[in-house]
């Protein structure tokens, strides 16, 4: 190697080493961290908790909170009383005691409300670690990166509300399949009524009432205003939104009455015959209105299986063991196709008309069976359509 490749090798040389010495200052610079935790998108902090003060928030924590960096300095002990939810406050001290016993690399996660200085909430979640511990091995300070997922919440919000709504408008088109039947149905013991009336109006007018003619219409009456009323409570229990009613335990004999009592007289005038084996004396723990709603989407389905077909009947049938009860729904439609039968528990698959369904009724059905802890099924290696809904027992009345 000549003189002249020797001065540019030592010039070469020269230039590195003079890279990595101000590569290595800026790293040592604590303003190199500070515009690097100022240019993240997330909300970066150091937090002093033996002494429950700041020791440093980046630029993000005004567009989260709304606060700057000297009023949030300014808050010193009480920074988690003024802007953390009252609600959350205690999950916040949790973390902060379980920090003693995890070891530094641990990444603590939390999801957290804060009140925004103009008095909004955020929803926030919260990633931290331990920064420095004193030479007792106590926890002194957190580090932690801290997302804002405010607008994530009101999408979920916003979608679970739209959500509800289809479920209801679902079951309004089963409940409204059903009007016409179930009109008839009340119009029939009124009718029955305005005869014993009118029975009782000319026994009257004759000044001869007769005792056991008298009691005898005023059973017959009251008999069939009992049957108006089951009609009545079933609509009335079927068309609420029970989308956040609280789970109570209820009877399942209430619950199969109800439906029973409302789809009586549409299976009566199609000459469908319903079969109803005896209901076990049991109670669970649920949404009365959400389970009637099961009940109701699959005799429904069962009818319009069947509707035109020679032979028709359904029946609901239950088998009980000591932790379970098992609603079955059978009717005497075809068989449903393998390949039908692997898709219809999806939303929005269907096989009726636009006019007939929704396509949301078994997808609906089988959300709800498993919010209350239990199963919906299409059983095909019955000789017979058959759909199951297996239910945990809350206990049982005999």
Not at 163 to 170: D, E
Request: hydrophobic fraction near 40%; charge should be neutral; include cysteine.
């Amino acid at each position: 190697m000549d003189s002249s490749q020797n001065l540019i090798s030592d010039w070469v040389a020269k230039q590195l080493q003079k890279t990595r010495y101000r590569q290595q200052s800026q790293i040592e610079d604590p303003e190199f961290y500070r515009k690097i935790a100022s240019a993240l998108p997330n909300l970066i902090y150091v937090f002093n908790i033996r002494e429950n003060e700041n020791i440093f928030f980046n630029r993000r924590v005004f567009d989260v909170l709304g606060y700057t960096n000297e009023e949030i300095q300014a808050m010193g002990s009480s920074i988690f009383i003024q802007t953390i939810h009252p609600h959350d406050l205690s999950k916040i001290l949790d973390v902060i005691q379980s920090y003693t016993f995890a070891p530094d690399e641990k990444i603590h996660v939390l999801e957290f409300r804060a009140i925004k200085k103009n008095g909004q909430v955020a929803w926030l979640v919260d990633r931290s670690q331990v920064f420095r511990r004193d030479n007792n091995g106590v926890p002194i300070e957190i580090i932690g990166v801290v997302e804002d997922i405010t607008e994530v919440k009101l999408a979920c919000e916003m979608l679970e509300m739209e959500r509800a709504r289809t479920v209801y408008n679902a079951k309004m088109v089963t409940l409204g399949q059903l009007s016409g039947q179930v009109a008839h149905e009340i119009n029939n013991p009124l009718t029955i009524i305005l005869g014993r009336l009118d029975q009782m109006r000319k026994l009257v007018e004759k000044d001869q009432p007769n005792k056991e003619n008298l009691l005898e219409c005023i059973s017959k009456m009251e008999s069939t205003t009992d049957r108006i009323a089951r009609i009545t409570k079933g609509l009335r229990s079927l068309s609420r939104n029970g989308e956040s009613d609280p789970l109570v335990n209820v009877s399942l004999k209430s619950i199969c009455d109800d439906v029973v009592n409302i789809t009586n007289e549409k299976f009566r005038a199609h000459q469908i015959l319903f079969q109803v084996e005896e209901i076990p004396q049991v109670q669970i723990s649920c949404q009365p209105v959400q389970l009637s709603q099961i009940l109701l989407n699959l005799l429904q389905n069962s009818f319009d299986a069947i509707e035109t077909k020679p032979h028709r009947w359904i029946r609901l049938s239950f088998r009980k063991d000591s932790d379970w009860v098992i609603l079955y729904v059978t009717d005497s439609g075809e068989k449903i196709d393998p390949i039908v039968a692997s898709e219809m528990m999806k939303p929005f698959f269907t096989t009726k008309p636009a006019d007939r369904g929704t396509g949301l009724g078994l997808s609906i059905s089988q959300e709800i069976a498993a919010k209350h802890g239990g199963q919906l099924a299409y059983e095909s290696d019955q000789p017979y359509n058959r759909f199951s809904l297996k239910l945990p027992i809350r206990q049982s009345l005999i």
